[in-house]
């Protein structure tokens, strides 16, 4: 399988030009809609559906998450959102009511 990682520089100016801050980030595509960022010691994913068939990862090799956020609740953008969070304490970010659908299923930080 290729390598879908990518990094970019972001480069972020305060409205008065006062300051520059450039920050690295890894983009890693995992299929359909499903990303890991990796930005300032910090994991997000977006939409973790790992277990379709361009993911090279498995949700038994994620060990590191900050914040999953899901976009909506079809099951190709939930995935494995709540799994991810219940096992690495990640923050799980979404509307109010796929957020109380988090927590009704044990994620303890639902945003």
């Known amino acids: 399988m290729r390598n879908l990682s990518r990094q970019y520089l ?6 008065l030009n006062c300051f520059a801050a450039f920050v690295l980030a890894k983009i890693t595509w995992y299929g359909h809609a499903a990303l890991k960022i990796e930005v300032a010691g910090k994991t997000l994913f977006i939409d973790p559906m790992l277990q379709n068939p361009n993911s090279p990862l498995k949700l038994s090799e994620v060990t590191q998450a900050d914040l999953v956020y899901v976009t909506h609740d079809h099951p190709d953008h939930l995935g494995d959102a709540f799994e991810i969070c219940k096992r690495t304490g990640a923050i799980f970010a979404a509307v109010y009511e796929i ?3 988090g927590a009704k299923n044990g994620v303890k930080k639902c945003r």
């Open 99 to 101: 957020a109380e659908e």
């Open 10 to 15: 972001f480069i972020y100016y305060c409205n």
